[in-house]
């Protein structure tokens, strides 16, 4: 059983930045890569950012270039800092196993609202 425990969301204009940390507790071991999804009101969630045990990153088309994904192993947190926010990321962002065939529970994800 792996729990995620995510946090760092909040409301910040056009253009601005936020950086989310997500807190992974539970038997981890077999988990190869880690990824932060979000969804936004009305549509389905979407896998936006992963990492893998190595460090390799691979984003969606949309966030590539703004968003980037990091880790710290030795204390099982996974970051992903998003500057230039937009008002399309306006989503609750969650993080779970990268491969959809392999999640685990959801967390309660945290809010990011992108408004002027």
């Known amino acids: 059983q792996v729990q995620f425990v995510e946090s760092g969301g909040g409301s910040v204009q056009p253009g601005g930045s936020l950086r989310l940390s997500c807190a992974v507790s539970g038997s981890i071991f077999s988990i190869l890569a880690m990824g932060w999804y979000r969804q936004a009101p009305g549509k389905q969630r979407e896998l936006v950012a992963s990492?893998?045990?190595?460090?390799?990153?691979n984003y969606t088309d949309s966030v590539k270039g703004r968003f980037t994904i990091s880790r710290e192993n030795a204390k099982n947190m996974i970051f992903l800092q998003m500057n230039s926010l937009k008002p399309e990321d306006t989503a609750v962002y969650y993080c779970?196993?990268?491969?959809?065939?392999?999640?685990?529970?959801w967390g309660q994800g945290t809010l990011v609202t992108v408004s002027s």
């Open positions: 990492i893998n045990r190595g460090g390799s990153t």
């Open positions: 779970n196993n990268a491969q959809m065939g392999y999640l685990e529970a």
